[in-house]
């Protein structure tokens, strides 16, 4: 370290100060003097192969502990290899802050190295995006950055780091001060007041919210709430809306609800954007959200045709808290209601207790989810992390576990190796399982040789059938068996790939073969990978009337 404090020893001191502890990082020229930095202030780097891979892990830390999770970059190219891990924390309300190497101020706009507009290119997909322009004020822009992040509704931030800005010395004067969240946007409490008024007259009143609803300290606000006054809740978080195996025959209850408050979940397509016959025509909707662009576009939905009741800016918590006060001592009587969504919400089809391979294989999703969850009742601490495509969807709606992490409403897939290494490393006490297709094993299969370097097992499970499932049935359903191309994979030995990096590899061709390769890996102690030739089914549809498009 130089004797007199640059900008980047000032930003680590600073990350470390609000209470930091590891960045998930791939290195490159201009972020070189923070690396140096990091040594002196304590903090640690999980060293990535690709730079999605750290935002990623940064999404992932962010959701797993609701404090932002740090990614660390280079300039140009590797900035922008960020772009969809970034989309996919924006939509899956994650708390995060991208950093990144940025090229010389003193020569943009001359053809510096790497040069590129870095900040206008995330603020597409994040909720605040600039260039740092003062070694002095790095302290202020980190601390400003995290606060964004957490804040209202949670997600992902992006502050470019000039390599002269980080090489600058820094006036010894200069404090690192932990920066101020944003005072909350609260929920009056007439407001609150009349949100009950209306829930209790409803006859079958639901409360939905959104992906940061259902984590953490807020989702245990809100059932309490719920719990209070007695209406139903859930959370809705991922890419297939109504047509997600974990909310069971929710769609059926949806349909039949008179009074929908949507607290911190946009009209969207999740919820077909409250169109009938998803949602009644007749359904009034109270809509509590902090962002007066989401509320804005409800308010053009529904106002003119009179379904909107309730329409306040407010932070989530805040809001939660203001609606538990005001419920005190009242209680919504219609049991049976409260009971049939329960009911929709467990259902899962009977035949799904019967459905089983065949001896010789391949493997249905279901029987590799039984032999995964035997694993996961053996434990007491695991966090799941179920990837999209079609196996995933059984996986979704067959597994159960206490924390679990899905691919999350943007719809992004791949991204769950990477996510698994920052799970480990977040909770190193707990087994990570991670669920996925073949194909979305094929985007990082990289990051196995980054756990095994940095000591952080966990146990992955691919489907493997040869194939883009999801696509493929697109295909089939849409345009006939006939017109089906450009969804072929080789059934490749991903196992031997793990093994290639240092891990464990398992190849499962028949059911009777699951538990022993379960059981091996995880006594391996290393990253594992158990590749299942798996029956290429349609993703599950679940629905007991048999006359609703989940699709």
Request: charged share 20%; hydrophobic share 45%; with cysteine.
């Amino acid at each position: 370290m130089t004797s007199i404090p640059r900008g980047a020893d000032l930003l680590a001191r600073a990350l470390r100060a609000a209470g930091v502890e590891r960045l998930y990082s791939l290195s490159g020229n201009q972020i070189m003097p923070l690396y140096d930095a990091c040594i002196d202030a304590g903090l640690g780097i999980v060293h990535v192969r690709h730079e999605a891979a750290a935002a990623h892990m940064a999404d992932a830390a962010g959701r797993l502990t609701g404090r932002p999770g740090i990614a660390l970059v280079t300039a140009g190219p590797g900035h922008a290899n960020t772009m969809g891990a970034l989309y996919t924390a924006r939509m899956s309300e994650s708390p995060m802050v991208l950093l990144s190497g940025h090229a010389q101020l003193a020569r943009f706009g001359q053809g510096a190295f790497q040069e590129m507009h870095q900040a206008a290119l995330a603020g597409h997909v994040t909720k605040a995006a600039w260039v740092a322009d003062d070694p002095n004020r790095l302290g202020e822009d980190i601390a400003r950055a995290l606060a964004i992040a957490s804040s209202g509704r949670p997600g992902p931030v992006h502050l470019s780091l000039p390599q002269d800005v980080l090489e600058g010395v820094v006036d010894p004067a200069v404090e690192v001060r932990p920066g101020a969240r944003p005072s909350p946007a609260e929920l009056a409490v007439e407001t609150a007041g009349a949100v009950v008024d209306h829930l209790l007259a409803s006859a079958r009143p639901l409360l939905v919210t959104g992906p940061a609803g259902g984590r953490g300290a807020l989702a245990a606000e809100i059932a309490g709430f719920a719990d209070a006054l007695g209406i139903p809740w859930l959370s809705m978080e991922a890419p297939r809306g109504l047509a997600d195996p974990t909310l069971g025959a929710f769609p059926e209850v949806l349909a039949r609800a008179d009074t929908i408050v949507l607290l911190g979940k946009a009209l969207d397509f999740a919820l077909r954007f409250g169109d009938a016959p998803a949602v009644d025509a007749a359904a009034r909707v109270i809509h509590i959200d902090p962002d007066d662009e989401i509320l804005a576009r409800s308010q053009a939905a529904l106002e003119d045709v009179g379904r909107l009741l309730v329409r306040a800016r407010a932070d989530m918590m805040p809001a939660a808290r203001a609606l538990t006060a005001a419920a005190a001592g009242r209680r919504h009587a219609a049991t049976a209601w409260r009971d049939e969504v329960t009911a929709a919400l467990a259902y899962r089809p009977a035949s799904w207790a019967t459905t089983t391979s065949a001896p010789e294989g391949p493997v249905h999703a279901l029987d590799v989810y039984r032999a995964v969850q035997a694993v996961i009742d053996a434990h007491d601490e695991v966090v799941l992390l179920v990837d999209g495509g079609e196996f995933g969807q059984w996986g979704l709606g067959s597994l159960k576990a206490k924390v679990r992490l899905g691919n999350g409403p943007a719809g992004t897939i791949g991204g769950m190796i990477p996510m698994a290494v920052a799970a480990k490393a977040e909770y190193p006490n707990a087994l990570v399982v991670a669920v996925m297709g073949d194909g979305t094993f094929g985007f990082q299969p990289a990051e196995f040789e980054t756990a095994v370097r940095s000591r952080t097992p966990f146990l992955c499970i691919v489907g493997n059938d040869a194939r883009w499932n999801a696509e493929y049935q697109i295909q089939l359903r849409d345009y006939g068996p006939n017109r089906v191309m450009g969804c072929e994979l080789l059934p490749a030995r991903y196992d031997q790939v793990v093994a290639g990096f240092g891990g464990h590899g398992e190849l499962v061709t028949r059911p009777s073969e699951l538990a022993g390769a379960l059981e091996r890996s995880l006594a391996s102690g290393l990253p594992a990978c158990v590749n299942v030739m798996i029956d290429p089914v349609p993703a599950p549809v679940i629905a007991r009337t048999g006359n609703l498009d989940v699709h």
